[in-house]
């Protein structure tokens, strides 16, 4: 049974990879907290260069330099690096006809605005307090904080050969603080049903602390009770000085703002997948053994599907993982997203040697923005 019992694990951990939402029968909405509300309203507040146009203008006008995309960067990063600042970087990426800035590769030229090209607009409105650091680190702002929020609640039932071998939730618990900024917490839960209980006992535990306003990880924690197995397992992060700090002890060089394998889920949400837009998103991962990856993240098709929760409209998305996540995955992923604004996750399959698994959503809170 131990085997089924790392199956079941396999489905219930699909849906920790990346994200789905809709407005259906089991689906209760919830309104945003004015807390949340006001950290919503100075994001959209912050802001945001105009693009930049390079016209044929004289050397001493405008100037371009050449920069040779290195592994890890990011176009935050390179902004940051050049300007300063990186929210300038929408000024590298209309330069260099980049539509989805996640998406930069290795050994490829960009061509760099001069600082003075790259200026942000005067404007009245405030900033978030906590963009920045006491030593004047500056964080990453998201363009989209409004996908979920505190009381989001997701079930899932875990299927194989259509029996719920399992139980899945997703839980924004709270919003606490960290290093002075606004997270939230994230719970997921995995574990066996009621039936299964005597045969193979499941109770895996995970925690991921992310950043309101920048939607990154700040820590990440995981606890496994499966069978006779024990193993637990914590990191922190520190994106100022590009550290992953395990709870033993060892650190890890990591790409600034990277994610935890659950808090990835959360910051896909928030991508654009209408179409057109976004048909690939990649992302860095800081994985469990402390090391850094970057996962692809690709958009398949439209259609409608219907589970238990009711029927949505979805997009259909893939992940190429190049690393072990939550549990050992084995065979192909796909995912159902509902194509709306929360996009929560509605089905997810994990082709296995024998069949698949299925994770269905059995019933949803979620946050409506104001």
């Known amino acids: 049974m131990k085997k089924t019992g790392i199956i079941l694990l396999t489905a219930a951990a699909c849906f920790f990879m990346v994200s789905c939402a809709s ?27 105009s693009p930049t146009v390079v016209t044929a203008a004289p050397a001493e006008e405008s100037k371009l330099s050449e920069y040779l995309i290195q592994k890890g960067d990011s176009l935050w ?16 990426a209309d330069t260099n006809a980049v539509n989805n800035p996640d998406l930069i ?14 200026g942000l607009p005067e404007t009245k409105k405030s900033i978030p307090a906590n963009v920045k650091s006491k030593s004047g680190f500056e964080y990453r702002v998201s363009s989209n904080t409004r996908a979920f929020g505190v009381g989001e609640k997701l079930s899932y039932a875990v299927k194989y050969f259509n029996v719920t071998a399992g139980i899945g939730v997703l839980e924004i618990e709270n919003m606490v603080e960290i290093h002075g900024r606004k997270v939230y917490k994230l719970g997921a839960l995995a574990q066996t049903a009621p039936f299964f209980e005597s045969f193979f006992r499941v109770r895996d535990r995970i925690e991921s602390y992310i950043d309101v306003v920048g939607l990154f990880s700040w820590k990440y924690s995981k606890k496994l009770e499966e069978g006779t197995y024990r193993a637990n397992t914590a990191i922190e992060f520190d994106h100022e000085k590009s550290i992953a700090t395990k709870h033993t002890g060892e650190t890890y060089k990591i790409v600034p703002f990277t994610q935890d394998v659950l808090s990835e889920l959360y910051y896909y ?36 599907v219907t589970v238990d929760a009711g029927t949505f409209d979805c997009v259909v998305v893939q992940p190429f993982l190049k690393f072990e996540g939550i549990f050992k995955q084995a065979g192909d992923v796909v995912i159902w997203m509902t194509n709306d604004a929360n996009k929560v996750p509605v089905k997810v ?9 299925y994770a269905e959503l059995q019933k949803a809170t979620v946050v409506q923005a104001r």
């Not at 990063?77 to 590298?92: D, T």
């Not at 590769?105 to 790259?118: C, H, R, S």
């Not at 654009?272 to 090391?291: F, H, M, R, T, W």
């Not at 399959?349 to 698994?357: D, L, R, T, V």
């Open 269 to 304: 949400r928030t991508f654009d997948l209408s179409p057109g837009k976004n048909d690939e998103v990649y992302i860095d991962v800081c994985a469990d053994d402390g090391k850094s990856y970057q996962i692809v993240v690709k958009k398949l098709r439209y259609e409608t």
């Open 23 to 49: 407005v259906v029968k089991k689906i209760s909405v919830v309104k945003a907290t004015d807390e949340e509300q006001i950290i919503r309203d100075q994001v959209e507040e912050t802001p945001v260069p």
């Open 349 to 357: 399959e994990s082709k296995i040697p024998i069949g698949a698994i």
């Open 77 to 92: 990063k390179i902004s940051r690096n050049y300007y300063g600042k990186g929210a300038l970087y929408p000024s590298i």
């Open 105 to 118: 590769f290795e050994g490829k030229k960009l061509l760099i605005p001069a600082v003075k090209d790259a």
